[in-house]
C-alpha cells in the first residue's frame, strides 16, 4: 500500500505531544474534591471501570490516526497481469454509400447490417475487432480494441449521413476501404487477421483497386470475407431527398459486381457470400464465427484505486464507541 499525499503523515507527531499533556498535564487541570483525608479509601481496591478511564483516550489517538491516514490517500499500487485467450483480429468493413439505404432488407441495408453485426461483435468477446467504413473515401470509425462496449456504442451511431450531407465523397471505393482496414490489421499479433467487407455496390472510385488492395492484404496473410448485400436485378433505391426530408426512390438496376468481390476473397483465401435478407445476413456471420481461433495475450494494467474505505469505516465504528461510552459506562462528572 502507498500514500498519495505522504506529507499528512507528519500529524501522526502530534500523538506524542497529546499523550504527555493526557498522561502527566491534564490532572492538573481537572475539578478536584477536598476532603479531610483519603485513609478510609486507599484499601478501596480498584474496579474494572476505574482500570478502564484510559480507554476514550486511546480511543480518540485511534480515530486521529485513522483520519490523518484517510488524508494521506492509501492507494494500491499498480498491478500487471497477463492472460491468455482464444481470439483473432478482425475489421468489419462497411460500405455507408447513400444506396445502403434501399429497403430491400428489412429495414434497409444499413440498418440490417448494423443490426446483424451488433450481434456478431457480442457473440466474440475474446476477439480483437475495429471497424472501417467507406463511401467515396474510407476511414477509421473505431480501432481495433477487445473494448466491446466501446465499440457497440460506435456501431450504432454507422449511418449514411456522412455521404448524404456531402462530408465524404460520393461512391463506392471497396479498394480503399480494403487497404484502411489493412493499415490496422497489418501488424496485429495474431496469426489469424480477417477483414469482413459487407458492400452493396461496385467498386467507382478511389486511388487504389479492390484487386490490388486484395493483393497487399494477401501479402500480410489477411483472409477477406467478402459480403454482398442486396437483391440483384432491379430494385427501388433512394437517389435523391425531397424538400420535407422524405427519400425519393427510382427503380434502378442493381449496380453489384459480384465477380470482383469473388475474386478478392479467392485471393486471400477467403469466402464470397451474397445477402438478400436479414436471415441469409446472419446466417453468414454464423458461417464466419466458425473461423479458426488463436491464443492472444492480453495484458491488463489496473490502475491505483482508492483503498481508504475501511480506515474510514472503522475510524466511524471508534468515534461511535467513544461516544457512547462517554454518555454512559465512562461519563464523568464536570
Not at 474534591?33 to 480498584?46: E, F
Not at 496473410?221 to 427519400?247: D, M
Amino acid at each position: 500500500m502507498i500514500f498519495a499525499n505522504t506529507e499528512y503523515l507528519f500529524l501522526l507527531l502530534l500523538l506524542l505531544p497529546f499523550s504527555i499533556w493526557h498522561f502527566f498535564f491534564q490532572h492538573k487541570f481537572e475539578s478536584k474534591l477536598k476532603i479531610a483525608t483519603t485513609a478510609n479509601l486507599r484499601n478501596i481496591p480498584q474496579t474494572f471501570r476505574i482500570r478502564m478511564k484510559h480507554l476514550p483516550f486511546f480511543l480518540r489517538m485511534a480515530f486521529f490516526t485513522l483520519i490523518v491516514i484517510i488524508l494521506a490517500r492509501p492507494q494500491l499500487p499498480y498491478s500487471l497481469t497477463e492472460s491468455e485467450t482464444e481470439g483473432i483480429d478482425i475489421m468489419i468493413t462497411m460500405d455507408v454509400s447513400v444506396s445502403m439505404l434501399t429497403p430491400d432488407l428489412e429495414p434497409n441495408r444499413i440498418e440490417a447490417a448494423k443490426q446483424v453485426g451488433y450481434e456478431f461483435i457480442s457473440s466474440r468477446p475474446n476477439d480483437n475487432i475495429g471497424l472501417t467504413l467507406f463511401g467515396g473515401e474510407a476511414f477509421t470509425q473505431c480501432p481495433m480494441t477487445t473494448d466491446h462496449k466501446t465499440l457497440l456504442n460506435t456501431f450504432n451511431e454507422v449511418s449514411c449521413d456522412l455521404q448524404q450531407t456531402g462530408i465524404i465523397a460520393d461512391g463506392t471505393a471497396i479498394g480503399m476501404g480494403i487497404t484502411n482496414a489493412v493499415t490496422k490489421l497489418a501488424h496485429g499479433k495474431s496469426k489469424s487477421r480477417v477483414i469482413i467487407l459487407l458492400t452493396d455496390g461496385a467498386n467507382n472510385t478511389g486511388e487504389i483497386s479492390p484487386l490490388t488492395a486484395a493483393e497487399i492484404a494477401q501479402k500480410h496473410n489477411i483472409r477477406i470475407y467478402t459480403i454482398a448485400v442486396g437483391k440483384k436485378g432491379k430494385i427501388k433505391q433512394p437517389v435523391a431527398i425531397l424538400p420535407n426530408g422524405e427519400y425519393y426512390y427510382q427503380t434502378v438496376e442493381s449496380d453489384m459486381d459480384p465477380k470482383t468481390l469473388q475474386e478478392i476473397a479467392t485471393a486471400t483465401g477467403g469466402l464470397f457470400y451474397h445477402a438478400e435478407s436479414k436471415e441469409a445476413l446472419r446466417e453468414i456471420y454464423k458461417d464466419i464465427d466458425r473461423l479458426e481461433k488463436t491464443k492472444l495475450k492480453i495484458s491488463s494494467y489496473h490502475k491505483q484505486h482508492e483503498a481508504y474505505q475501511p480506515f474510514a469505516i472503522l475510524a466511524l465504528i471508534i468515534l461511535i464507541i467513544d461516544i457512547v461510552l462517554r454518555m454512559t459506562w465512562l461519563r464523568r462528572i464536570p
